[in-house]
């Protein structure tokens, strides 16, 4: 596993913007596909995007498409979330979360079958 540490959360009014940052340690991490995940209260935990382990490759949530914005720096161990335009239905607690597996496979694997995953950070927006 590799170990995950989210930070970058917090309060926002509806259009705008907040940068989520992921450090990692223990592993490889260029052997990690990356990705970020959404819980918000009463629901279950989606796909929020994905990054291959060379950046290369993103994937989105049709949710976010256009305003969240995924990428990694392997120098620094660090993967990122950029979300412009937010809206209140955006409001959840973000979680970091990496894999062995491929980042396409990250869209629809199951929740139990992910490697590692951060402690989470709440992002709340205003309407």
């Known amino acids: 596993q590799v170990q995950l540490v989210e930070s970058g959360g917090g309060l926002v009014q509806a259009g705008g913007s907040l940068s989520l940052s992921c450090a990692a340690s223990?592993?490889?991490?260029?052997?990690?596909?990356m990705g970020w995940f959404r819980q918000a209260p009463g629901k279950e935990r989606e796909f929020v995007a994905s990054i291959s382990w060379s950046g290369a490759t993103t994937y989105y949530a049709d949710s976010v498409k256009g305003r969240f914005t995924i990428s990694r720096e392997n120098a620094k161990n660090t993967v990122y979330l950029q979300m412009n335009s937010l809206k209140p239905e955006d409001t959840a607690v973000y979680y970091c979360a990496g894999d062995t597996t491929s980042a396409r496979a990250m869209v629809n694997m199951p929740i139990y079958r992910i490697d590692s995953w951060g402690q989470g950070t709440q992002v709340t927006v205003s309407s």
């Open positions: 223990g592993r490889t991490f260029t052997s990690y596909g």
